[in-house]
T-cell receptor, first 113, second 107 residues
Framework: GAGVSQSPSNKVTEKGKDVELRCDPISGHTALYWYRQSLGQGLEFLIYFQGNSAPDKSGLPSDRFSAERTGGSVSTLTIQRTQQEDSAVYLC???????????FGSGTQLSVL | KNEVEQSPQNLTAQEGEFITINCSYSVGISALHWLQQHPGGGIVSLFMLSSGKKKHGRLIATINIQEKHSSLHITASHPRDSAVYICAAITGNQFYFGTGTSLTVIP
């Protein structure tokens, strides 16, 4: 595609529910990144994929968070048993390879009530 | 202590002024990114640096690996440059973000 696409753009959920966020990177980009930005806060790195592999998952805030990438393309970020502190904008970026220019999606605004 | 420190946190400039934003980091890095976040929230990557200097239009980014310091310069600043500028250091498989510099350019 022309750019990084994220869906949904907005998600409102109840505390305790599971949510799944999707990222479609630019075609051919091998590196894919997930970040989040809480209201009024800075960017927080969550996880990086090179191909389908995530070498380091230590950036995920808790074991309620998981991410996968299949076919070297689409990635999903799953948050189980959502909590109010999970409310944030979840951003995805891709690049042609690690340490190359990043291209960001427009994010998913997650609100946990 | 944050791995990445940015200064200043806030900056107001008159249109046409030369602007410098600084980023210091404490970790060994493979690359450093400068990002621009517009008031609407969208993020654009300005530069990716691993050494030396890069220029794009009115924007210049430099990095000194030995001193663990990078600068972003904006020449002939314009109100449309108003945004939050963020540096991000990449080490291993981790990103470390600065807290951002909020720039306002007044006409």
């Amino acid at each position: 595609g022309a750019g990084v696409s994220q869906s949904p753009s907005n998600k409102v959920t109840e505390k305790g529910k599971d949510v799944e966020l999707r990222c479609d990177p630019i075609s051919g980009h091998t590196a894919l990144y997930w970040y989040r930005q809480s209201l009024g806060q800075g960017l927080e790195f969550l996880i990086y994929f090179q191909g389908n592999s995530a070498p380091d998952k230590s950036g995920l805030p808790s074991d309620r968070f998981s991410a996968e990438r299949t076919g070297g393309s689409v990635s999903t970020l799953t948050i189980q048993r959502t909590q109010q502190e999970d409310s944030a904008v979840y951003l995805c970026a891709s690049s042609s390879d690690r340490d190359e220019k990043l291209f960001f999606g427009s994010g998913t605004q997650l609100s946990v009530l | 202590k944050n791995e990445v420190e940015q200064s200043p946190q806030n900056l107001t400039a008159q249109e046409g002024e030369f602007i410098t934003i600084n980023c210091s980091y404490s970790v060994g890095i493979s690359a450093l990114h400068w990002l621009q976040q517009h008031p609407g929230g969208g993020i654009v990557s300005l530069f990716m640096l691993s050494s030396g200097k890069k220029k794009h239009g009115r924007l210049i980014a430099t990095i000194n690996i030995q001193e663990k310091h990078s600068s972003l310069h904006i020449t002939a600043s314009h109100p449309r440059d108003s945004a939050v500028y963020i540096c991000a250091a990449i080490t291993g498989n981790q990103f470390y973000f600065g807290t951002g510099t909020s720039l306002t350019v007044i006409p």
